[in-house]
């Protein structure tokens, strides 16, 4: 005969202890612990284990799953948190026979059936598209960042003019018409080109899906995964592209000013942010004058919220190497800030140099 499930009081309790919790957590200034046992969906298995010793009590099992942020925060004290939570609860409860075995805190894992293609990273296996050293080199020069700008030979003269506008920013531009050289087999230089870029920028005049290329060159993007940016020249984004929203509020008059939007959707697409921050480097580093200088670090450098203390050394090294940087007064005016932001320290003008203060010398009594 089969032996009776006993009847459990503890699990239908500890909902109620994890509101203790809560409040226990956030006297004691433990916002992590308050957060897991606030957010985490529980679920409780029951009679987990028995122990015989002094009467026999069953232990129970309470799992918390909690958003992936939370549990990234604290995978590397997850053992600990787990231990802790469950001393709490045993710490709280009277009940005769029965306690808390184990606490398990896991991830909720959503949906994310596209999330390699959306990590702006991912490149699907085309081996038959390897592009040789020679073609990149040739293709896109030194730059860090490459994109491909699809347009209509109605505006190659603007198209042009764009592409020095990206490489003021360290960006290095396609364009097909100017970059093919003659020997080239012009269709396969296209392909080489687009299947070695970051990212796509659809320049979208008002002409610009009557030509296959032009759609063509859009699929490759999208069958790619890379970052797309249309820009709305006359033309609203269509088709597949319509998935996300034109860049608006652009002029052919202002190729500077696109460029700049291309940068900053770039800082948000890129998961690596060292390429582009690689790009913002290579442009301050080369500044011809004072307010190049300045402008490098206002529309470049600024848009870092967070820099590495390498990536710092090698910015204060590019501002002392080219006396346009070193010598820009507004540059160094706006880089005092920003140095801040990323170090933590306040830095002084001293000598035409931005440096650290140094600390006060301690005078020793005799």
């Known amino acids: 005969m089969a032996q009776e499930q006993p009847k459990f009081d503890l699990p239908g309790r500890v909902d109620a202890y994890l509101a203790t919790l809560n409040r226990l957590y956030e006297r004691a200034n433990e916002p992590l612990l308050r957060e897991i ?7 409780i298995h029951e009679g987990w284990d028995y122990d015989n010793w002094d009467g026999g ?4 099992a309470v799992t918390l ?6 549990f990234l925060r604290l995978i590397d004290t997850k053992d600990e948190a787990q231990s802790r939570i469950a001393s709490d609860l045993n710490k709280l409860d009277n009940t005769r026979n029965e306690h808390v075995s184990q606490v398990f805190i896991e991830m909720s894992t959503a949906e994310q059936d596209r999330w390699r293609e959306e990590s702006g990273v991912y490149r699907p296996p085309m081996a038959s598209h390897s592009v040789p050293a020679d073609a990149l080199k040739r293709i896109w020069g030194p730059y860090h960042v490459r994109v491909f700008l699809s347009h209509k030979a109605t505006v190659k003269v603007e198209t042009s003019q764009l592409k020095q506008s990206l490489a003021q920013c360290g960006i290095g531009a396609f364009v097909a018409h100017e970059d093919i050289e003659p020997t080239q087999e ?3 230089e296209i392909e080489r080109a687009l299947f070695s870029m970051d990212a796509h920028v659809a320049l979208l005049s008002a002409d610009f899906h009557d ?9 490759v993007a999208i069958g790619r995964g890379v970052p797309l940016i249309a820009v709305r020249l006359g033309l609203d984004p269509y088709g597949l592209m319509g998935k996300g929203q034109g860049l608006g509020g652009c002029s052919w008059k202002e190729t500077d000013a696109i460029a700049l939007k291309v940068f900053d959707l770039l800082g948000k697409r890129l998961s690596d942010q060292s390429r582009l921050f690689e790009c913002a480097i290579a442009a301050y580093s080369q500044s011809r004058s004072w307010a190049e200088s300045a402008w490098s670090i206002k529309h470049l450098l600024a848009t870092f919220r967070e820099l590495s203390a390498t990536q710092v050394d090698r910015l204060l090294a590019a501002y002392r190497a080219n006396p346009q940087n070193k010598y820009s007064f507004d540059g160094m005016d706006l880089l005092r800030p920003l140095l801040k932001q990323w170090t933590g320290k306040d830095w002084i003008v001293s000598d035409n140099e931005l440096v650290l203060p140094q600390p006060a010398e301690t005078e020793i009594p005799f």
Do not use: A, C, F, R
């Not at 046992?37 to 679920?43: F, T, Y």
């Open 37 to 43: 046992v606030v957010n985490g969906v529980l679920s």
């Open 57 to 60: 009590t069953y232990g129970h």
């Open 65 to 70: 799953t909690v958003p992936e942020d939370i």
């Open 211 to 219: 030509s296959n290329w032009t759609d063509q060159e859009v699929g």
């Open 186 to 188: 012009w269709q396969k």
